[in-house]
């Protein structure tokens, strides 16, 4: 009998793992379904260029039947409770799916409203619309104070806000307007970036930049009358544009399982990525609480482990081979350059 295969989620993580399975599993040994309800696949990575004129932004999306193998059935459907102690899933349309291997990779959504004032007063570059707007926004900007940010964390691609701010250096000297602008950037804790030495780099650069940080600035609140953003550690600052990186929370649907708390972050055995004690029910990509960062180049790690897993399971072999948390990705720091990170559990 055919392992059928259930994997929740078409984002990033979903669609890598359903096609590096369908590669490793003879299609007679296991019968593979994504469930998900994405009208179009969307490239973030491409967000930190989009606003700057870097990138087409038609070039940044496809459609997610387009990013699967063949062999692999793709269900339009939104997921409604998630049963693991009966190996199903319910969806929207009313249809149970039962499964013997089951991949959470449902991602994490943008949850703006969690900071009153957001709407009104921030800009962001974490969906197309987000970046579209922002794009029209900077268009208009002549010189001020721009404050730039993560609001808190965790939050997708930890690089991406000290990305997107050497990408604005460069805009704003092509613009003949640096001179007339002040670049802040807000960091929630202690350094400008999370891993140490990294954080090291960034700071030179930014000072080599004249780029001023803030570190220990948790978002509180937006003072939309004052145009000032205040920290819970009682800073506050003022801005003429204001570019934050909303809060991140899991899938609702997540929390509705019962397989999270209301933040929605799956606890996962981080060796493993298997949630609780159920050894056919795995978690990856932004889905989990695992101490590394959220970002695509996760996910292809991730599910490069896990695939393989899988996939010798299926044919008879028990492997023993574990995560050690394994991630490496480019991130750009402006004027051409870029610099790869490696880094792990360790």
């Known amino acids: 009998m055919s392992n059928r295969i ?9 669609t890598i793992i359903s096609n590096k399975l369908r590669f490793l599993i003879p299609t007679e040994d296991a019968d593979i379904t994504v469930i998900g309800n994405s009208k179009f696949h969307y490239f973030k990575p491409d967000g ?13 999306v496809k459609k997610p039947e387009f990013l699967f193998n063949y062999g692999i059935n793709y269900v339009k459907d939104t997921i409604s409770n998630i049963d693991v102690q009966n190996k199903k899933v319910s969806t929207k349309s009313g249809k149970e799916h039962t499964y013997d291997y089951l991949i959470i990779a449902t991602g994490d959504r943008l949850v703006p409203e969690d900071i009153p004032n957001f709407a009104s007063e921030a800009h962001h570059f974490y969906s197309l619309e987000g970046s579209l707007e922002l794009k029209k926004k900077l ?5 001020g104070k721009i404050v730039i940010g993560p609001s808190s964390i965790p939050y997708q691609c930890p690089p991406a806000p000290y990305e ?5 250096y460069r805009y704003l000297n092509k613009r003949g307007i640096l001179k007339d602008t002040e670049i802040h950037y807000i960091f929630p804790p202690n350094r400008v970036f999370t891993i140490e030495n990294v954080a090291v780099y960034i700071e030179k650069l930014f000072d080599e930049k004249n780029i001023q940080y803030h570190t220990m600035f948790n978002v509180e609140s937006i ?3 004052a145009r000032k ?18 809060p991140h929370k899991g899938q609702e649907v997540i929390t509705k399982s019962g397989l999270a708390d209301e933040v929605g972050y799956i606890d996962v055995d981080k060796h493993k990525l298997t949630y609780g004690n159920y050894d056919n029910v795995f978690v990856i990509g932004d889905a989990t609480n695992l101490p590394i960062s959220k970002a695509g180049a996760t996910a292809h790690f991730e599910s490069e482990y896990l695939a393989s897993k899988i996939a010798s399971e299926i044919s008879g072999f028990i492997s023993d081979d574990e995560y050690d948390g394994a991630v490496a990705c480019t991130t750009v720091t402006g004027d051409e350059k870029a610099m790869t990170l490696y880094f792990s559990y360790n």
Request: proline share 6%.
């Open 229 to 246: 953003i205040n920290s819970l550690e009682g800073e506050e600052l003022p801005y003429d544009l204001l570019v934050l990186v909303p």
């Open 223 to 225: 003072d939309s009358g």
């Open 164 to 168: 997107f701010t050497f990408q604005l």
């Open 6 to 14: 259930l994997v929740l989620g078409d984002g990033a993580a979903g």
């Open 48 to 60: 930190i260029h989009i606003p700057l004129g870097m990138k087409r932004y038609q070039d940044s």
């Open 139 to 143: 268009a208009g900007f002549n010189g």
